[in-house]
């Protein structure tokens, strides 16, 4: 059976303008704000009942109006573009299912073409898990990216995909207790901080390999409020302790990813191994993965030029691995 995609709410225009006003923390009168935006005081109402439906925290006092609890950036196409030398087609959605199954749905010659959404209601996550994507607090990020290489020439481009990601965090502050797990989560002091789903299209509708690469950053999360999520996690703001405009994150993110996508185009995985093995956290580690098929234990050996596990077994042998799940053993 096909699992239906659902369709993606383009974010709404009076929404953000609502929440423009609102953001400077001060009360806003529903006449006074429909006058400035040139709407009823009913529609500005269902703006706010909307933003509340989403999980906003808003005060209202009679006579007084509306604020926010606590501030809220919207994600800004415009915003982000500007701080990017090349020009890139951006959608940005107020709700959507996943940001990775709409860049697969469609057929664009406009390539790359990037995904943001502020909610996600079918958040994935490798292995069939869920990914926790509340309305405005995180980046759920996707791009569908053309390549002129086969499949099996795109071994390592996860791996190379984590490293963007690593760097754009490292830009905003972060430097101790950050590592890189195999093939391509991130953490920080054992917690995950990121994780990135890739998925490849093989022969697509102009005869290229298309890679869609979703990335999911915590950025604001401060609680799990319903305890979805199954693993220690944390977020930027739980270690910067400020929250972080996500517009300048996905500018540094898509920056940094264009650039390592462009160099692995041309040179491969080679150039960013060793990058890669500094900060990985699983080196001589004693682990166990699980693939598909089994459940191993082993030494990590650090990685090869395909970007593949290397595990070093009991009968003294290394063998390589392509895919997998890896806990740390005690
Ligand atoms: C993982 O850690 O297993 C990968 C998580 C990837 C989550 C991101 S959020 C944006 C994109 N859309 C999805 O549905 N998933 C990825």
Same mark, same amino acid.
């Given at each position: 059976?096909?699992?239906?995609?659902?369709?993606?709410?383009?974010?709404?225009?009076?929404?953000?303008?609502?929440?423009?006003?609102?953001?400077?923390?001060?009360?806003?009168?529903?006449?006074?704000?429909?006058?400035?935006?040139?709407?009823?005081?009913?529609?500005?109402?269902?703006?706010?009942?909307?933003?509340?439906?989403?999980?906003?925290?808003?005060?209202?006092?009679?006579?007084?109006?509306?604020?926010?609890?606590?501030?809220?950036?919207?994600?800004? %196409? @415009?915003? =982000?573009?500007?701080?990017?030398?090349? !020009?890139?087609?951006?959608? /940005?959605? &107020?709700?959507? +299912?996943?940001?990775?199954?709409?860049?697969?749905?469609?057929?664009?010659?406009?390539?790359?073409?990037?995904?943001?959404?502020?909610?996600?209601?079918?958040?994935?996550?490798?292995?069939?898990?869920?990914?926790?994507?509340?309305? %405005? @607090?995180? =980046?759920?990020?996707?791009?569908?990216? !053309?390549?002129?290489?086969? /499949?099996? &020439?795109?071994? +390592?481009?996860?791996?190379?995909?984590?490293?963007?990601?690593?760097?754009?965090?490292?830009?905003?502050?972060?430097?101790?207790?950050?590592?890189?797990?195999?093939?391509?989560?991130?953490?920080?002091?054992?917690?995950?901080?990121?994780?990135?789903?890739?998925?490849?299209?093989?022969?697509?509708?102009?005869?290229?390999?298309?890679?869609?690469?979703?990335?999911?950053?915590?950025?604001?999360?401060?609680?799990?409020?319903?305890?979805?999520?199954?693993?220690?996690?944390?977020?930027?703001?739980?270690?910067?302790?400020?929250?972080?405009?996500?517009?300048?994150?996905?500018?540094?993110?898509?920056?940094?990813?264009?650039?390592?996508?462009?160099?692995?185009?041309?040179?491969?995985?080679?150039?960013?191994?060793?990058?890669?093995?500094?900060?990985?956290?699983?080196?001589?580690?004693?682990?166990?993965?699980?693939?598909?098929?089994?459940?191993?234990?082993?030494?990590?050996?650090?990685?090869?030029?395909?970007?593949?596990?290397?595990?070093?077994?009991?009968?003294?042998?290394?063998?390589?691995?392509?895919?997998?799940?890896?806990?740390?053993?005690?």
């Amino acid at each position: 059976m096909t699992k239906k995609i659902s369709a993606g709410k383009k974010i709404n225009k009076n929404l953000v303008n609502v929440v423009n006003i609102l953001n400077n923390g001060e009360y806003h009168d529903g006449n006074a704000m429909g006058l400035q935006l040139n709407m009823t005081r009913s529609a500005i109402w269902k703006y706010i009942k909307k933003l509340v439906a989403y999980g906003v925290a808003i005060d209202s006092i009679k006579g007084k109006g509306y604020a926010l609890s606590e501030p809220l950036i919207l994600l800004d %196409a @415009k915003k =982000i573009k500007k701080k990017i030398a090349s !020009p890139l087609l951006i959608d /940005v959605f &107020e709700s959507i +299912g996943s940001t990775n199954e709409y860049l697969k749905s469609i057929k664009t010659t406009k390539l790359p073409l990037v995904c943001l959404a502020e909610q996600q209601t079918q958040g994935k996550a490798r292995l069939n898990r869920k990914w926790f994507s509340p309305f %405005a @607090k995180n =980046i759920y990020f996707s791009c569908r990216y !053309p390549f002129k290489k086969e /499949v099996s &020439e795109l071994a +390592g481009l996860s791996l190379v995909v984590g490293l963007a990601v690593f760097k754009t965090i490292q830009f905003f502050g972060i430097k101790d207790s950050l590592f890189l797990k195999w093939p391509n989560d991130l953490y920080y002091d054992s917690k995950k901080l990121a994780g990135i789903l890739l998925e490849i299209i093989a022969e697509s509708h102009d005869g290229l390999s298309h890679a869609i690469i979703g990335i999911g950053l915590n950025v604001n999360t401060m609680e799990d409020v319903n305890h979805q999520i199954t693993q220690p996690w944390t977020s930027l703001q739980k270690i910067l302790k400020k929250s972080v405009d996500r517009n300048e994150i996905v500018a540094e993110l898509l920056k940094n990813i264009l650039n390592h996508l462009n160099q692995f185009e041309q040179e491969g995985f080679s150039p960013f191994m060793q990058e890669w093995m500094k900060s990985d956290c699983l080196m001589n580690k004693w682990i166990s993965l699980k693939t598909l098929t089994e459940k191993l234990v082993g030494t990590v050996r650090g990685i090869n030029e395909q970007g593949q596990l290397l595990l070093e077994m009991a009968n003294g042998r290394t063998y390589a691995f392509s895919a997998g799940d890896v806990t740390i053993m005690k």
